[in-house]
């Protein structure tokens, strides 16, 4: 999917090939330094090397109940998004979503187009009828773009988060049944 950023930019949305995944790796390594709303820290994302970012994506590549995809803009990776079903069969109904976009695009609409992206794949899956996932309670920009998308906030985990810095962060917990 193409599209056009407020700033003219060009913005690709797809899926990634191997030959992707020392742009999906450095694109993950930024994310953890700037933002604290995921759940891997700086220091774990370290971890991961371009042999694990290539298993990582072809894993998704040969996975038709799962979906990876991630925003290009100029031929740079600066954001990505995932669904994950349940692995559960009692919970097949059921797709775990992961979204992150670099902080120097974010408000230019490129989360948006990914959550997009997912819903409608997840809307043609033959099983899943329900996205969910967790967001800190204080990422709030990205619970007013949830709810903008009709999810419905289900409960808190309080102090579900444990911050670098030792601060404790509610987890707030999201779903959207996307059909019967």
Known sequence: ??????NGQQLVIRRPSVKDAAACLHC????????????YTHEE???????????????YEHNPDNLFLVAEVDGMVV???SLNQSRFR??????LLGIAVLHKYWNMGIGRRLLTAAIR???EHPKITTIHFDVL???ERAIQLYRN???????????????????MVDLVIMSKRIKP
Do not use: C, Y
């Open 79 to 81: 954001g990505s998004v």
């Open 28 to 39: 993950f390594l930024q994310l953890t330094k700037e933002t604290d709303f995921l759940l």
């Open 90 to 95: 009692k919970q097949h109904h059921m797709a």
């Open 137 to 139: 309670a204080t990422n």
């Open 45 to 59: 994302a370290r971890t991961f090397d371009l042999p694990s970012e290539e298993a990582f994506i072809k894993a």
């Open 1 to 6: 999917m193409q599209h056009f950023l407020p």
């Open 121 to 123: 794949w997840a809307e």
């Open 149 to 167: 998308f009709n999810f419905s906030e289900h409960g808190r985990m309080p102090g579900g988060i444990r911050q670098p810095d030792g601060s």
